[in-house]
């Protein structure tokens, strides 16, 4: 007997029934609840009523329950640190890129100080909630730690991550929670002039839209770029081929302008060289021109290029009518060279004010074209005056236009690692970093910092290191990235990404590193770092820092003083933990003081003690034991503008004490402190 010819003796869940019935005659009055998924009761009633039903205030906003705890999470503080992994790292002591391991909530909220305002771009490829993505839960009680990690839910990399079906009644709600708070932590560290770019589908780009306008504020929303993919996704009955990123800006009252280089340039100044060299007549050449034009499709930030000069160089006509339509420009004569007489005025005045125009035309330099019309200094003017003139414009003065709405780009990133991992698959859809860097190159990015803190394969690290290493700009990043345990990813993986995973895993065996994400991450950023390194040669920073997120590197007591007895005293002796090492020490110390994670740290010996220098004299910190007045000397020497020093570091009680007025009196500028 097979199980479909077995008698179903349970009698049927009317309740369930009830809800689809309702769900079908009402799809609008169901709605996600902190249970999971309800019936809007308000709502409801007021579809049987004919008159309006008081209920509840009606208001214009996002609401999903966890709404209220999202704001909670992103607002508490928290007691973990960041620790550095020297080993992992590239050229530790003198990069400036980052790479931290970790829940990017805690990242967020450990980076407030050192970044607070000082990121200029942020991009983020978050999970897109296809229903088979792992979602992040923050809200849960310390209690339950141990149930997590029994039940499978959390490893021992402390990540919970929880699968979020698309029948889970909080669908939408859990991916809300994830993202708001993150988004909230994250806007504190843009700079005014800063930028967010946001990857997403049409899963929950509705839901991203309303968030950010509510965070970041509706004015300051930029656009949405439409991605077209080139190559569609055909398992819906539709082909899909899009996704898009949501654009931003921290404050929208300063000017922003977002660009791209015109597609196609070299192969038509190729072609403008080929006519010169062949001596092609040059009305002939401008009709090839426009053929290649139509031919390719190129928009009009190209096609309007369509003229060539006497030396093959291509040019344009720039309209010179006022260009708004609410309000009017100049109206002023302007004779034609030629005839001498006033050409037309456009119906809504000129573009310019008549000094500038006077000082584009050279009556002097009048040069009569092959079609009949005449160059007046940078000024076009066609036979007569009954046409409008246009100013001229070339094309190799204006390589870049706005950057478009829709951007076409194909989705190779999973080509492009393959190329980086000896041709195997090894992540499941990378972004390409043409993508990537069309986002960082539309801000023109300049000594900057880019942050992306769902970093996946680090192809944002990839991009900014191709763009940097072409620009020779000193852009610098700072990637965040989950140690996502690919085992646990295996079992629950479909077919699709089954293969993929494995390919990592093996990967990782061959080179002796634990299955996490983070291990592909920074092994990808080595291997892109040393591909370009060999390609271009650019003296740009190939190197980066790893940290990793971790409990904090004190002993809880230290946190909690009200809760100390007598007999925990001795805890006081040393508030470190054991096997936290200097370079740890440092790191919070870092983070505490607000400084940058990047500062150059230098190493030195003095008086047989190791001295960290951490950007210049921006701060000396030095962990080690029986610090005593002849090296509070030593330092003072060097006028640092802040030391740190362990509590239990000093020799004794009259040597700390010294150590402090010494520094004081030699070293007056010097802020000192004790962990
Ligand atoms: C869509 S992928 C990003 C892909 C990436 N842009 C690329 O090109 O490879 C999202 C990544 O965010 C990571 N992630 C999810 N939740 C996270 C969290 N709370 N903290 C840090 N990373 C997280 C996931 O592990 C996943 O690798």
């Known amino acids: 007997m097979s199980e479909n010819d077995k008698l179903d003796l349970a009698s049927p869940d009317l ?64 007691t973990k640190t960041l620790r550095p992994v020297r ?42 909630n296809t229903g088979k993505d792992f979602v992040y839960k923050d809200n849960f009680s310390r209690d339950s730690q141990e149930e997590l990690l029994e039940s499978g839910q959390k490893n021992e990399y402390n990540q919970r991550l929880v699968a979020n079906p698309e029948t889970s009644g909080r669908y939408h709600s859990d991916w809300l929670s994830m993202m708001y708070p993150r988004l909230r932590l994250a806007r504190n560290l843009l700079s005014d002039d800063g930028v967010v770019f946001i990857s997403i589908n049409n899963i929950e780009i509705h839901n991203a839209r309303k968030i950010c306008d509510e965070i970041f504020s509706e004015n300051n929303f930029f656009e949405c770029i ?109 004779l034609h060279p030629k005839t001498k007489k006033p050409v037309k005025v456009p119906d809504r005045g000129w573009r310019w004010k008549e000094s500038t125009f006077n000082e584009a035309l050279d009556y002097e330099n009048v040069v009569e074209l092959p079609d009949g019309s005449f160059r007046c200094g ?89 763009y940097n290493s072409e620009s020779l700009k000193r852009n610098k990043y700072i990637m965040v990235q ?16 089954k293969q993929t995973i494995q390919n990592s895993i093996d990967f990782l065996d ?46 809880d007591v230290y946190y909690m003083p009200q809760e100390y007895t007598q007999d925990k005293l001795d805890l006081f002796a040393d508030n470190v933990k054991s096997g936290r090492t200097s370079d ?28 960290f220098k951490v950007a210049e004299n921006s701060l000396y910190a030095c962990f080690d034991d029986d610090i005593d007045e002849a090296f509070a000397k030593a330092i003072a020497e060097e006028q640092p503008l802040r030391i740190v020093f362990k509590d239990s570091g000093f020799k004794d009680d009259t040597a700390k004490t010294n150590v402090k007025q010494l520094l004081k009196q030699l070293s007056p500028e010097t802020e000192m402190k004790v962990i």
Not at 523 to 552: H, P
């Open 87 to 128: 080993e992992d790292s590239v050229d530790f002591d003198n990069t400036e890129n980052l790479y931290i391991e970790g829940d990017n909530l805690e990242v967020l909220k450990l980076l407030q100080e050192s970044y607070l305002g000082k990121i200029k771009m942020i991009y983020i490829d978050p999970p897109y």
């Open 584 to 611: 740890d020490l440092l790191a919070q110390v870092m983070l505490d003081w607000g400084l940058p994670l990047s500062l150059k740290i230098e190493q030195v010996n003095i008086n047989g003690k190791k001295l």
């Open 226 to 334: 439409t991605w077209n993919k080139r190559v569609p996704k055909n398992d819906k009955g539709i082909g899909n081929i899009h996704e898009f990123v949501l654009i931003y800006v921290k404050n929208s009252e300063l000017e922003h302008s977002f660009i791209m280089p015109k597609d196609g340039l070299e192969e038509i100044f190729d072609m403008a060289k080929k006519f010169k060299s062949k001596g092609i007549d040059i009305t002939e050449a401008e009709l090839e021109l426009k053929k290649f034009y139509k031919k390719r499709g190129f928009d009009r930030g190209i096609t309007l290029y369509n003229s060539i000069d006497h030396n093959y160089k291509i040019w344009g006509k720039i309209n010179m009518s006022w260009p708004n339509a609410n309000t009017f420009g100049p109206r002023y004569d302007v």
């Open 510 to 555: 061959s080179l002796g590193k634990p299955h996490l994400i983070t291990e592909l991450g920074k092994e990808r950023i080595r291997r892109a770092a040393k591909k370009i390194k060999e390609e271009t040669g650019a003296d740009i920073d190939y190197g980066f820092r790893v940290y990793r997120l971790d409990e904090s590197n004190m002993e």
């Open 15 to 78: 309740v369930n029934e009830n809800f689809e019935k309702l769900s079908e005659l009402f799809p609008n009055c169901v709605t996600e609840s902190a249970e999971g998924k309800a019936i809007d009761f308000d709502l409801l009633k007021q579809e049987l009523s004919h008159a309006v039903v008081e209920g509840n205030k009606e208001r214009y906003r996002l609401e999903w329950p966890g709404k209220k705890e999202a704001i909670v999470t992103a607002n508490l503080p928290t």
């Open 482 to 497: 989950l140690p996502e345990d690919l085992d646990e990813n295996l079992k629950d993986a479909d077919n699709n990404t």
């Open 378 to 466: 940078t000024i076009w003017f066609a036979k007569d005056e009954n046409t409008q003139p246009s100013s001229i414009k070339y094309l190799e003065d204006v390589s870049d236009m706005l950057l478009r709405s829709i951007v076409s780009l194909k989705s190779d990133g999973g080509i492009e690692t393959e190329k980086l991992f000896a041709n195997k698959s090894i992540f499941s859809y990378p972004k390409p970093t043409s993508l990537l860097r069309r986002l960082v190159e539309s801000i023109k990015m300049e000594n900057g910092i880019v942050l992306d803190f769902f970093s996946g394969s680090a192809s944002t690290a990839d991009a900014l290191l191709q």
